[in-house]
C-alpha cells in the first residue's frame, strides 16, 4: 500500500510459474530495497522506521480484509502475498525504530538498556529475513497447486473448484503444510519467523515512550492479520479438499 494495486490482477492472469516466480523472488527485489534503505542508509532515524511501520500495518491489514473476501483461489494467494509483504515491511519499520531507540540508549550511556535494545533490534532483524525466506518458499508451492487446478478445471473460482482435491492426497497434504506454514502454525516455518517479529514489536513497547500507544495497537493489528491469514487458508482448503462439488463431472477430474 499504496502501490499495491497491480499485484492481485497481475498475479492471477498470469500462468502459475510465473506466478510464483514473481512472488517469491521479484517481489522481494523491492522490499530489499526498502531494507537496504532503512538498515544503511538510514538505520537512526525513528521518523522513517515509524513510516515504514505504518506502511506494513495498512498492507497486512489490507491484503488480510481483501484475501477473506475473494472467491477465487489465485487471487486469494495473490492478497496473501500482500498482506505477508506487509509482515517483513512491518519488521523493517520495527528495526529503522529501534535503531533511534539504540542511539538515544548510547547518548544517555544506558549499558543494560542498549544492550536490551539490541537484542530486541536483533529479532526484529532475524524474524524480517526468515519471513522473506519463508514466504518464497511457501508462495512457491500455493501458487504451483493453483497452477495444478487451473490445468485440471481450467478455472480459479471457487465454486468451480470446489471438491477438486477430494481423493488426492500428495496434494493436499502439500497445500496443507504451506498453508499452515504461512498460517504461521507452531512448529512450522511461518511460526518461528511471525514470533519473532511479535516479541520484537512487544519487547519494544517498554523503550517507545509516546509511541507505546501506537505500538500496541499495531500489535493487536498485527494479531488480527495473522488471524485473517488462518481464516482464507482455512476457506481455500475446506473449498478445495473437503467440501463436494455438486457437479460430478467436476467433482472427478
Known amino acids: 500500500f499504496p502501490v499495491h494495486v497491480w499485484l492481485p490482477a497481475s498475479y492471477t492472469e498470469s500462468p502459475s510459474p510465473a506466478s510464483a516466480l514473481l512472488s517469491a523472488i521479484l517481489s522481494k527485489t523491492g522490499v530489499y530495497g526498502i531494507l537496504v534503505i532503512t538498515a544503511d542508509m538510514m538505520p537512526m532515524q525513528g521518523k522513517w522506521g515509524l513510516f515504514v511501520l505504518i506502511i506494513g500495518v495498512v498492507t497486512m491489514v489490507l491484503g488480510g480484509i481483501r484475501g477473506v473476501m475473494s472467491d477465487n483461489f489465485k487471487t486469494t494467494i495473490a492478497y496473501s502475498s500482500m498482506s ?7 519488521g523493517i519499520g520495527i528495526q529503522g525504530l529501534l535503531g533511534e531507540m539504540t542511539s538515544l540508549a548510547m547518548l544517555i550511556e544506558s549499558t543494560d538498556i542498549m544492550d536490551e535494545i539490541i ?26 497447486a493453483a497452477g495444478v487446478v487451473f490445468a485440471n478445471v481450467g478455472s480459479y473460482d471457487l465454486n468451480r473448484v470446489r ?11 502439500t497445500v496443507l503444510l504451506a498453508a499452515a506454514g504461512v498460517g504461521g502454525i507452531p512448529l512450522l516455518n511461518g511460526y518461528v519467523s511471525k514470533t519473532l517479529l511479535h516479541e520484537s514489536i512487544v519487547e519494544g513497547i517498554a523503550h517507545a515512550g509516546e509511541l ?8 493487536w493489528i498485527f494479531l488480527v492479520s495473522g488471524g485473517m491469514k488462518l481464516a482464507y487458508m482455512t476457506k481455500l482448503f475446506v473449498a478445495v479438499f473437503v467440501e463436494e462439488n455438486q457437479d460430478a463431472a467436476e467433482q472427478e477430474r
Not at 537484542?119 to 504451483?144: C, E, P, Q, W
Request: charged residues 15%.
Open 212 to 219: 507505546s500507544g501506537f505500538l500496541r495497537m499495531s500489535e
Open 163 to 173: 471438491g477438486f482435491g477430494r481423493k488426492k492426497p500428495f496434494l493436499l497434504v
Open 84 to 90: 505477508q509483504i506487509g509482515f517483513i515491511i512491518f
Open 119 to 144: 537484542g530486541i533490534h536483533d529479532m526484529a532483524i532475524y524474524g524480517t529475513r526468515l519471513h522473506i525466506i519463508n514466504h518464497s518458499i511457501v508462495k512457491l508451492v500455493l501458487f504451483m
